[in-house]
C-alpha cells in the first residue's frame, strides 16, 4: 500500500509539472479566464455549474452587460434578475448570486481568504477554490466532476467520486502539488478542468492521444481508464404527470408566480394541474378555475428533466371568459416577454407567442424562452 502511494503521488507531480505548459498553449479563449475581478470569476462560475461553457457564453456578457459590478446586481430588481436567467436553469443559483452581491457590498468588497468566500451564500467548497485561486493567487485547490475524473484516472484511484472523503483526499493531494509562484496558482486550478473538459472527457474514452500525461498516466497504462472514476448510482429520477393550460382570453394569456419556495420558486408558469387530463377532465379543472371553456385550439405534449424530478406535461389553449382566481394575470405579447417563464414550459412558451401574435413574427428576440 505504502509503494502504491508513493507511486500515486509522484504521478500527480508529473502531472502538476506538465500541465499548467499545455494549458498555455491549449486553453480555450473564454471571457473570464482574461480577468482577475472576483465579481467577474464569480459569476462565470456560478453560471457554470451544471451548464454547459457554450450555452453560457451569451448569458455571461448579457449578463455583465446589466450588472457590470457587484453593486449593480446587488440593487437589481429580482424580476429584471430572473429574466436575465431565463433558461440557464437552477434558478436559485441567481438568487444566491444577489444575496451573496449584497452581503459583498455591506461587507465592503470580496473577501480576500477561501474561508470568507465560503461563508457567502451559494458558495460552497469547489467555488471559493476556484475563486481563491483565479482572483487572489491562494494555492487551494477546486475540485469539481472534471477535475475528480482526471486525477481518477492518472492515479487509477478506485474511490467513490460522489464520497465527500473522495473529494476531500483529492483536494489535499492537489494542493500537496500546487505550484508556489501566484501566476501558476491562478491557472492551476484551470489547468487541470480544461483537461478534464476537453480531453479527459467523460462519456466516453478519453482522448489519451492528446493528452500531456498519457506516458505516466496508470488508468491508460493499466486499461481502466474508460471505467474510471467509479461513482456511487444516482437516485431514481420521481416521474410526474402535470396538464398545462393556455388560457386564452381577449388577446391575452394566464400566467400565476409560483410558491416563494421550493422549484422554481417565484417563477412564472401557465396554469397546470397534478396528472394527466383527457379533454373532459381539462374542462372540468378550466370551470373549477371560475372560467368557461369556449374553443379548444390544440393538445401538446412536452417533457422537461430536472436533477431529481421528470415533468411528462400535456398541455390544451382553449379560449375562455371569464376572471379566473385573483393569482391569474392576464398578459399581452410584451407582457408576457417581460416575465421570467422557466424553460420546463419553453414549448408552451413558444405556442403561446404564436396564439398571442399570429399574424405577426415569432418573439422579438427569436430565441426559445425559458
Known amino acids: 500500500m ?4 508513493l507511486q500515486n503521488n509522484h504521478v500527480l507531480t508529473q502531472l502538476a509539472q506538465v500541465l499548467l505548459p499545455w494549458y498555455r498553449a491549449n486553453a480555450r479563449d473564454l471571457p473570464w479566464r482574461r480577468t482577475r475581478d472576483p465579481y467577474r470569476i464569480w459569476v462565470s462560475e456560478i453560471m457554470l455549474q451544471q451548464t454547459r461553457v457554450a450555452a453560457v457564453l451569451g448569458y455571461y456578457a448579457r449578463f455583465l452587460a446589466a450588472f457590470p459590478t457587484v453593486e449593480a446586481l446587488a440593487q437589481a430588481p429580482e424580476e429584471h434578475l430572473m429574466k436575465l436567467w431565463e433558461g440557464l436553469g437552477y434558478y436559485s443559483r441567481a438568487r444566491n448570486l444577489q444575496k451573496a452581491a449584497r452581503t459583498v457590498v455591506q461587507q465592503g468588497g470580496f473577501p480576500g481568504s477561501y474561508e470568507g468566500l465560503l461563508a457567502l451564500p451559494g458558495i460552497g467548497e469547489y467555488t471559493a ?9 491562494l494555492p487551494v485547490a477546486a475540485v469539481d466532476g472534471n477535475v475528480l475524473r482526471v486525477v481518477s484516472r492518472a492515479e487509477d484511484r478506485h474511490d467513490d467520486i460522489a464520497s465527500s472523503r473522495t473529494k476531500q483526499g483529492v483536494k489535499a493531494a492537489l494542493e500537496g502539488v500546487m505550484p508556489t509562484a501566484e501566476e501558476e496558482i491562478r491557472i492551476f486550478n484551470q489547468a487541470f478542468m480544461e483537461l478534464g473538459a476537453t480531453v479527459c472527457v467523460p462519456g466516453g474514452p478519453p482522448k489519451c492521444e492528446q493528452c500531456p500525461a498519457a506516458v505516466f498516466c496508470l488508468g491508460r497504462i493499466r486499461g481502466t481508464a474508460e471505467t474510471l472514476p467509479v461513482k456511487s448510482g444516482k437516485k431514481e429520477r420521481r416521474v410526474e404527470d402535470k396538464t398545462v393550460f393556455l388560457l386564452l382570453r381577449q388577446g391575452r394569456i394566464a400566467l400565476r408566480q409560483r410558491p416563494d419556495t421550493g422549484l422554481l420558486a417565484r417563477l412564472w408558469e401557465f396554469p397546470n394541474v397534478e396528472g394527466k387530463l383527457d379533454e373532459a377532465a381539462a374542462a372540468a379543472a378550466v370551470s373549477a378555475w371560475d372560467l368557461t371553456p369556449q374553443v379548444w385550439h390544440s393538445r401538446l405534449a412536452a417533457r422537461h428533466i430536472f436533477t431529481h424530478v421528470e415533468w411528462n406535461m400535456t398541455g390544451y389553449a382553449v379560449e375562455v ?3 379566473g382566481p385573483e393569482t391569474f394575470c392576464w398578459l399581452d405579447g410584451p407582457e408576457l416577454d417581460s416575465r421570467a417563464v422557466p424553460s420546463a414550459f419553453s414549448r408552451y412558451y413558444q405556442q403561446a ?6 399574424e405577426e413574427a415569432p418573439p422579438p428576440d427569436g430565441k426559445v424562452h425559458g
Open 2 to 5: 505504502e509503494i502504491q502511494t
Open 129 to 137: 477554490g476556484a475563486i481563491a485561486s483565479a482572483a487572489f493567487g
Open 321 to 323: 371568459e371569464g376572471e
Open 353 to 358: 407567442w404564436q396564439w398571442l401574435r399570429r
